[in-house]
C-alpha cells in the first residue's frame, strides 16, 4: 500500500469517527483566537466561503487534505484538531506552570514568594508571567509584582522583552505598580527600554488615556538622569551614534508628534520653560511643523520673554509663523512677538503679505508702530496689488515711501497695474529717488495713458 492509498485509507477511516460540529465549533474558536475570518480560511483553503461555513456549521465535513492543512494553520496534529484539543490539554505534556495555573490562586499563595522558581521558560519557551497574562490572571500577576517576585532569570534580553511586555499589560488593564517593574529593571541593568516604536508610542499613549501623570513625573522628569549610566531610561534602543539613548529630546519630540497635551503641559511646567531660548525655539519649530495648534498656544503663553538674540530673522521661527497663518491664529501670533519669539516684525510681515493675512497686519500696526519698515514693506504691497491697505495706513504709507515704492520697484515688477495703482493713491517720480529704471517706469505709463485717450 503506498502512501497515498494509506492517507485515503486513514481518511475514510476518520471520515467515520469525526463529529463535524464539535470540529466546526473547535475550528472556529480557533479562527476567533487568532483573529481570523471565514474568509481567511476559504483563501487558505482555496475553497468558497459557503463551503468553509457550511463544513464549520456541521453540515458538511472538511476532507481529509483541508483539515491536514487547517491542522498545520493552527500548528496542530491532525489528531489534535479531530479530538479537539490543544497540545497544552494533554495531561502527559502539561508544563509545571499550567498545572500551577489549574490548582489555583490560593495553593499559589501557600509558597513563600522567595521560594518561588517561576523566572525560567517552560518546555514550551514561555515564562509563568506570561500565561498569565494571555488568561487575564491579574490578581497573580499583581500579587507577583508587589512580593518582587523574580518573574524572569537574569538573562537581560528575555527579562527585558517581558518587562516591556508587563509594563504595557500593567497600563493597557489599569493595574497598579508599573513603576515597580521599571525600578527594579533600571536597578539591575542601569536602564529600562522599549525596543520598537510601536511599543514606546503605545507606552506614551497609555500614559496619558490613564492620566498617569505621577508616574510620568517620577520616573521620566524627576527621578531619570538621562546623561547617569546608573538610572537610564531608554525607549529608543539603540547603542550606536545614529541611534543614541533615549534622550529628553527625543522624549519631547514623541510627545509633540503624538500630541499628547496632558504630558506637554507637565513637561512644559517642570522641564522646558528652564530651557535655553535656543532650545525654545527649536520647540516651536517642532510644534509647529507637527501641526499640534493646543500645545503651541500653551508653549506661546507659558514661555518667559525670550532674550533677543542678534541675528536678521530666523527661518524655523517663519515656517512656524507660517503655519499659524495657515490656521488664522492672529491672537496667537501677537503673543509670540511679545514673547519676542519673532525677530524682524517685518519679515513677519512680508509673510503675512504673501499669505493674504491682512488683518494680522492691522494688529501690528496698531501695537508696533515704531518697529516697521515701511517702505520694504510697501514694495511687497504694491508688487501683491494690495493699494486699498496702504491708503487705509497715510500715517505709515506717506507721499514719500509711495514715491520712494514707485521708484525702487524693479523692471520685472513694474507692471502698469502696480504702477497704476500706485499713482491713484498718490506716488509720484521724485529726484529724491529717480534711477536708471525710472524712464522705462513712466514709459509704461504713459503708454496707458495713450491708449486710454484713443
Known sequence: MDFFEIISSRGKLMAEIIDNVKVGLFIKELLKENRMTQDDLANALHITKAAVSQNLNGRNSFDIENLMKIAKLFKLSLDDLIATRRPIDQPDIDSEYIRMMKRGFEDFKQHPPQNLNIGNPDVYGKLFIEYLMENSLNVWIQYIIENKITYADNNLQIYSSISQKLVIYLLKHKLQSPELIIEAFANKFGQFRFDNLHDREEFMMLLSQNQAYKLFETLIVKKVQFKSTKFVLFLNFKLNESNPIYSRKILIEDIIRLKLFDLWKIMMDLVIKQQSFSSNERFFQMLSAANFLEGLKYFIQIIPAATR?????????????????????????????????????????????NHKILNLLDEIIKTHPNELKA????????????????????????????????????????????????????????????????????????????????
Not at 316 to 342: D, G, P, R
Not at 433 to 453: F, H, P
Open 309 to 353: 538674540i542678534e541675528t536678521f530673522g530666523s527661518l524655523s521661527v517663519s515656517k512656524a509663523m507660517e503655519y499659524l497663518m495657515k490656521s488664522q491664529q492672529i491672537n496667537v501670533i501677537m503673543e509670540a512677538i511679545k514673547k519676542q519669539f519673532v525677530y524682524d516684525i517685518n519679515e513677519l510681515i512680508i509673510l503675512a503679505i
Open 375 to 454: 517702505k520694504k514693506i510697501a514694495l511687497s504691497l504694491a508688487t501683491s496689488l494690495n493699494f486699498e491697505f496702504m491708503e487705509k495706513h497715510p500715517q505709515i504709507f506717506t507721499p514719500d515711501v509711495l514715491s520712494y515704492t514707485l521708484d525702487h520697484l524693479s523692471v520685472l515688477d513694474s507692471k502698469r497695474e502696480v504702477l497704476d495703482g500706485l499713482v491713484k493713491i498718490g506716488a509720484t517720480f521724485s529726484n529724491k529717488y529717480m534711477n536708471q529704471d525710472t524712464a522705462e517706469k513712466m514709459n509704461r505709463l504713459l503708454m496707458k495713458s495713450k491708449k486710454g485717450k484713443n
